[in-house]
C-alpha cells in the first residue's frame, strides 16, 4: 500500500453531512483524486458521475462506508485455485491500495487467468484514456465465452427476436422498487 494511503486510513478525512449533495460530491471526487494513478482526473466527468450516484441513492452513507465495516472473514487464496470460471483481471499499474503484484499474484493462483495491464492507473474507475484496452479487454473475454462452448448469449438471443425483458424504470431519490 502507498505511503499517502495509509496516511489517509491512519487519519480519514471527517465524512460529509451525507444530506449535502455538493459536500458528497466533493468527497467523491476527493476519494478518487487520492486513489487515481498519473493519468488526470477528470473532475467535471467525475462530478457529473458522482451528482448522478448521489441522486438515485437512497442512503448515501451507508453506501459510501460499507466497505470499511466488512469483516475480513476466512482467506480465500488458499482456494483462489478452485476457481473454474475464465478469470478476467483488469488492473492498474499504478494502483495505490492493491499494488500490481496483487494483479499477478490472482492470475499465478487462477488456473487460466488473463491479466490486462491498464498503465498508469490506480485504484479508480478505469478513465477515459484507458477505455480501449478496457473494453476490448472484456468484449474479447465475453466472447471466447458461452459461444466457445456452443451455447448463445442473452444479445445472441435477442439478435435473433428472442427479445430481452425490459429494464426496470428509472427511479426518482428516495423512491424503491416495489416487491411483486
Known amino acids: 500500500m502507498a505511503d499517502h494511503i495509509t496516511a489517509h486510513f491512519a487519519t480519514p478525512a471527517p465524512d460529509p453531512d451525507w444530506s449535502d449533495r455538493s459536500a458528497v460530491i466533493e468527497y467523491i471526487v476527493d476519494s478518487e483524486r ?3 494513478g ?7 466527468r467525475l462530478r ?3 451528482a448522478r450516484v448521489y441522486d438515485r441513492t437512497t442512503d448515501m452513507a451507508a453506501s459510501m462506508t460499507n466497505h470499511w465495516i ?7 487464496r488458499p482456494r483462489l485455485g478452485e476457481i473454474t470460471a475464465p478469470t478476467l483481471v483488469l488492473h492498474g499499474t499504478e494502483d495505490p491500495l492493491f499494488p500490481y503484484g496483487h494483479a499477478q499474484a490472482l492470475v499465478t493462483e487462477i488456473p487460466g487467468a488473463r ?3 491498464l498503465d498508469k492507473v490506480g485504484h479508480q474507475m478505469p478513465p477515459q484514456a484507458a477505455w480501449e ?5 472484456i468484449l474479447a473475454h465475453t466472447d471466447a465465452g ?3 462452448r456452443g451455447e448463445t448469449t442473452p444479445l445472441d438471443r435477442s439478435r435473433a427476436g428472442n427479445t430481452l425483458p425490459d429494464p426496470p424504470p428509472r427511479l426518482e431519490h428516495g423512491q424503491r422498487h416495489r416487491q411483486q
Not at 38 to 44: A, F, H, I, L, Q
Not at 70 to 76: L, V, Y
Open 34 to 36: 487520492l486513489f487515481g
Open 38 to 44: 498519473s493519468y488526470p482526473v477528470d473532475e467535471d
Open 48 to 50: 457529473r458521475i458522482a
Open 70 to 76: 466488512i469483516d475480513g472473514g476466512t482467506p480465500i
Open 115 to 117: 491479466l490486462v495491464p
Open 133 to 137: 484496452t478496457v473494453i476490448s479487454a
Open 146 to 148: 458461452p459461444r466457445g
